[in-house]
C-alpha cells in the first residue's frame, strides 16, 4: 500500500498568499510611476478595442447564448454589443471576445495575455458598483501584478507541462482585481485569492479551438466570483497558493518565491505588457514582420522560389501547421504569418479570414516556406532568407518583432489596430469617442462613461 | 533556450474525449441492471439529504450570498431554502451544501465523492427543463461513471500532487451529465467535455475551509456551463481529454487509458458508490467504527488510560489534526473521531459542533489516542487496542468499516441518516415526502414534484 503521497514538496515557501493580500489591500492608488500608470492605459485601451473588435464573431455568439440561457440581470455591458448581462457572465464573454483573435496583450517573460483576465472581471464590477475610473486602474495595475509574478515564478515549467498560463494565472489576477474594487480587507482579500487558487484554467491542448480564448473568460468570471464569495465571507486556506498541495506546487515543479516578492510594490509587471500589432500568437510575430520587410525591400511573391525560416523550436511546436483549413487553425501557422508579411505586409484579423487563408496564392506561398529549427535564435527573433527564381538570396534578421518591449507600439498605431478593429462594430464615431474615453478612464469619476460608449 | 518542453508525453493514447462523449449521447436509458438503477436511486437520495441538511450553514450562505449579488433568475431550487437562483448558480450551491457536512458519498477506489458535482449539475437542469427523473437519473448514471472513470485512470498520482479528484473529475461528471438532457448530439457532447477539460477544479490544501466544499459545487457550475456553451455551438479539442497537453497528461503522470473504455457500457461505477454513516473523511471511518466497538463492548471513557490506533499513513496525513479547535478541523482529525466512537458511538453532524468538539472530555479523551503508521494495514482497516487503567486491554480489529461495499448502510441506516440531517430543516413530514419522491423519482414524470419538496 506504501506509495510516493507527493512527488515534490517545498515545505518551507514564504507567506506568498497573505503577502499578495496585504499588497492588493493595501497598496495605494497610483502608488506608481506616471508611465506604469500611462502603461495602464494603453493595456486598458488595447483590450477594449479587441473586445468590442471579436463582439460579433460566433464565438462570442456561442458564449452569449449559453449566459442567456441563464436568464441575467442587466449589470454589466458586454462590449461592442446591445445586451447587458449580469456581472459574472460580463466578465466571462468579455474574456472571451478580447482574446479571440488572439490579437490582444503579451507579458513576454511568461507569454501570459495579462489584460484579459484582469480588465474583463474589473470593467465588469466597476461598472455594476459605478466605481471611478481610477479605482478601475488601479485595480488592473494590482490584478495584473499578481498574475504576472505569479506566472514568472512557475514559468516555464508550468507552461511546459501543458497549462495555458494565462487562463491558470488569470484567476489569480482577476480576483485580486476585484477584491480591490470591493474594497475587501487584507483578510478577505487573502479568502478571495485562496477560493481562486483552486480554479487554474486551461490546457494548451485547446489552441486553435473557441476554448482558448475561453481561459481568461473562464478565468475572469472565477476570480470575480471568488472575490464576491470572499466578500460574503467565505473561507479558504491562508496558505492556498504556497503551501505543499497548495496551487502552485500542484501545477508547476518550478516555484521562484523570490519572482513574487522581489521589489513588491516598486516594480510593476504591467510596464513589460506588450500589444500585438499582428493577430496570432506571438511567437509567429519575428516571421511576419520579416517578411513585410522582405516586402518592404522590394520582393514579390511571384519572384519566390523558397523562403528559408530559421526559427527556435517552439516556433514550431505552436504554430507549425503546414496547411491551415481555415482563420483559427492560420492563428497557429507560422507558414500562413510568413505568407500574409511578403503579400499583405501586415497581419490583422481580415487576414486571418477563411477566404484569405484559402486564396491560391496565399497557400502556394505557404508551401514555399521552409520552416528549420535553430535553437541559437532566440524565441523572439528569427533569421529569414528569401531565395528568388533568379538566384538571388534577400536575408532579413528579425531581433525583435515590432510590438516587443524593444519597438512598442506607439499610440498612433494603437488607435489604428483600434479603429481596424472596432469601427465597424460600433460606428467611427462612437470608436474615436470611446478610444478618448480609454485614455483618459484615470480621470473619470464613472466607469459607465466608458461602457456606455462601447455598445452600438 | 533548449529546454525541456514536455516532462513526459503519451502520444497514442485512445480516443477518450470521443468514446466518452459516444456513451453518455448513445447509451439506452436504464442501459443497465435493476441493482444499478437502484444504486443511483440511493446515491440520489443521500445527496438530497446532505445538501437539504448543510442549507442553513453559514457556508452555504456565504456563497449564496455572492450568487445573490449577481441577481439570478428563479430557475432552480436551493435545496433545503426558500430561493430559487439560476440553474448554474443553483448547481453551484447545491454542490457546496451537499459536501458541507463531508457526509455524502464516497467512490472507494479514487476517494471522489461522485454525487456532489454531477447531481447538482443535473438537478438544476432538470428542474429547469422540467426533465422526467427517468431522465435525471440516466444523466446521473452516466455522468457519475465519466468522472469516475477519468479518476480510475488517474489515481493515486492525480491525488497524491495536491488534486481533490472530486472537483478535478467532477467538471466532467457534470458536463456530462448535462450534455445527456440537454440531449446534444455526439459532437456537442465531445465539446461539452472538452470545454469542461479546461477546468479541473480544487487543491488539497484547502481541507478544512469553506473550499473543500466548493470543489463540488464549482466543478458542477462549471460543467453545467460546459454543456451550455457546447448547445449554442462552443468547440473545443475533440482530444481534450488524452492529448499529450490535454486535461489528463497535464494534472496528472498516470493514466491508464484502459480504466475508461473497459467493460464501458457494461461496468457502472455507480455500483461502487458508498454512503457516509458518519460526517467526515472516509478515512477516518475504520476508527470511529473501531472505537464505537469499543463502546458496545462495555469500554466506557472513564476507564481509559490509552487507546493505540494503528493506521494506514494516508489516514494521519488526511486527518492528524491532534488538537481540533472547531468543528471544521475535527473533521480532519482522527483523533476527534475515536473519542466520538468512544463515547457517543456514532459521529454524525451534531458531533461535529464546536461546543462538542471543545467539550473537556472530548479534549481529554483525544489526548489519550496514540496513532502510530503501520502500511501493512490498509487505508479502509484500521487496529485500536483500548489500554484499561486496570490494565486490561481491549482489541478491536475493523477491516472494512460500516457504510463500505462489504457492509453497506441499508435502506432504514440511510433514511435515518436523511432525517436526522433535513428534518430541522424542512419538516418532518416533507422530509417524509421528500424521502418518497428521491425512492420514485425514476417513475416520475417531472423532478419539479421533488424539488418542490426540498422547500422549507
Avoid at 462594430?425 to 462601447?454: F, N
Amino acid at each position: 500500500m506504501a506509495r510516493n503521497t507527493q512527488v515534490s514538496a517545498d515545505h518551507n515557501a514564504p507567506p506568498i498568499t497573505q503577502t499578495l493580500a496585504q499588497f492588493v489591500a493595501h497598496h495605494p492608488s497610483r502608488g506608481w510611476s506616471d508611465s506604469v500608470d500611462h502603461e495602464a492605459h494603453r493595456t486598458l485601451m488595447n483590450w477594449v478595442g479587441c473586445a468590442v473588435g471579436a463582439a460579433t464573431h460566433e464565438t462570442a455568439a456561442a458564449a452569449l447564448g449559453a449566459v442567456q440561457a441563464l436568464q441575467p440581470a442587466a449589470q454589466a455591458t458586454v462590449l461592442g454589443r446591445r445586451e447587458r448581462v449580469d456581472m459574472a457572465s460580463a466578465a466571462l464573454v468579455n474574456g472571451i471576445s478580447s482574446h479571440t483573435f488572439d490579437f490582444d496583450d503579451t507579458h513576454l517573460k511568461t507569454i501570459i495575455h495579462p489584460a484579459g483576465p484582469v480588465a474583463s472581471a474589473a470593467l465588469a464590477v466597476a461598472e455594476h458598483l459605478g466605481a471611478s475610473g481610477r479605482e478601475l486602474i488601479d485595480a488592473l495595475v494590482l490584478g495584473i501584478d499578481v498574475s504576472c509574478r505569479v506566472g514568472n515564478a512557475m514559468y516555464p515549467d508550468h507552461y511546459d507541462r501543458g497549462w495555458h498560463i494565462t487562463g491558470s494565472t488569470g484567476t489569480l489576477g482577476a480576483a485580486a482585481a476585484c477584491a480591490r474594487l470591493l474594497k475587501l480587507d487584507v483578510q478577505r482579500t487573502a479568502m478571495a485569492l485562496g477560493v481562486a487558487a483552486s480554479q487554474p484554467i486551461g490546457m494548451r491542448e485547446q489552441f486553435g479551438t473557441m476554448t482558448k480564448p475561453f481561459h481568461p473568460g473562464g478565468a475572469a468570471r472565477a476570480g470575480l466570483m471568488s472575490a464576491l464569495m470572499a466578500q460574503h465571507g467565505y473561507t479558504a486556506s491562508p496558505k492556498a497558493l504556497e503551501a505543499p498541495r497548495g496551487m502552485m506546487q500542484t501545477i508547476s515543479t518550478k516555484n521562484d518565491w523570490t519572482e513574487i516578492t522581489h521589489e513588491l510594490g516598486q516594480r510593476f509587471e504591467i510596464s513589460f505588457n506588450t500589444y500585438k500589432p499582428f493577430a496570432c500568437g506571438i511567437v509567429i510575430h519575428p516571421a511576419i514582420d520579416a517578411c513585410a520587410q522582405l516586402r518592404e525591400q522590394g520582393v514579390r511573391p511571384e519572384q519566390v522560389e523558397r523562403i528559408e525560416l530559421k526559427v527556435h523550436s517552439l516556433v514550431l511546436e505552436l504554430t507549425g501547421k503546414k496547411e491551415p483549413a481555415d482563420g483559427l487553425q492560420a492563428k497557429f501557422s507560422v507558414y500562413h504569418g510568413c505568407a500574409c508579411g511578403l503579400i499583405f505586409g501586415r497581419a490583422a484579423e481580415a487576414e486571418f479570414d477563411d477566404a484569405v487563408v484559402n486564396r491560391p496564392d496565399m497557400v502556394a506561398l505557404r508551401r514555399k516556406v521552409v520552416a528549420t529549427v535553430d535553437n541559437s535564435i532566440s524565441e523572439a527573433s528569427v533569421d529569414v532568407t528569401a531565395v528568388l527564381t533568379d538566384g538571388r538570396r534577400v536575408h532579413v534578421v528579425v531581433e525583435h518583432a515590432i510590438g516587443s518591449l524593444q519597438r512598442p507600439m506607439t499610440t498612433a498605431q494603437l488607435e489604428a489596430k483600434f479603429s481596424g478593429m472596432a469601427d465597424t462594430v460600433i460606428g467611427v464615431e462612437r470608436c474615436r469617442a470611446l478610444m478618448a474615453a480609454c485614455w483618459g478612464v484615470g480621470a473619470a469619476a464613472d466607469v459607465r462613461a466608458l461602457t456606455e460608449l462601447a455598445r452600438p
